[in-house]
């Protein structure tokens, strides 16, 4: 599976933005997909996941409310929205494959990442 990150980019406080991540391979709709972010000097924070039939974690404090996270099968396509954008949410956003769960350690697959911004 490889996993190709996209819609990232600068954007004023309050603002959304949609980050894609388009997987190429035959079993793309078997793999849960998630997306994680790492600002400068911090660890990798997950963000959320999401299987093969929509289902998810409970998302972040950070981002509750704020981000949604969804897939279209047919497309090989997952989307993060992100709402009332944040200054502290400008982090390098990652998407990812192959397990269900919060720790960024267990993943076997990642994109190459995609730059948020947020700033006035």
């Known amino acids: 599976v490889q996993l190709q990150a996209s819609g990232g980019g600068l954007v004023q406080p309050g603002g959304s933005l949609r980050l894609s991540c388009a997987a190429s391979?035959?079993?793309?709709?078997?793999?849960?997909m998630a997306w994680f972010r790492q600002a400068p000097g911090k660890e990798r924070e997950f963000v959320q996941v999401?299987?093969?039939?929509?289902?998810?974690?409970a998302y972040p404090d950070s981002v509750k409310g704020r981000f949604t996270l969804s897939r279209d099968n047919a497309k090989n396509t997952v989307y993060l929205q992100m709402n009332s954008l944040k200054p502290e949410d400008t982090a390098v956003y990652y998407c990812?494959?192959?397990?269900?769960?919060?720790?960024?350690?267990?993943?076997?697959?990642w994109g190459q990442g995609t730059q948020v911004t947020v700033s006035s």
């Open positions: 990812a494959a192959g397990a269900f769960s919060a720790r960024a350690q267990v993943y076997d697959y």
């Open positions: 391979g035959p079993t793309f709709s078997s793999f849960p």
């Open positions: 999401i299987n093969r039939s929509g289902g998810s974690l």
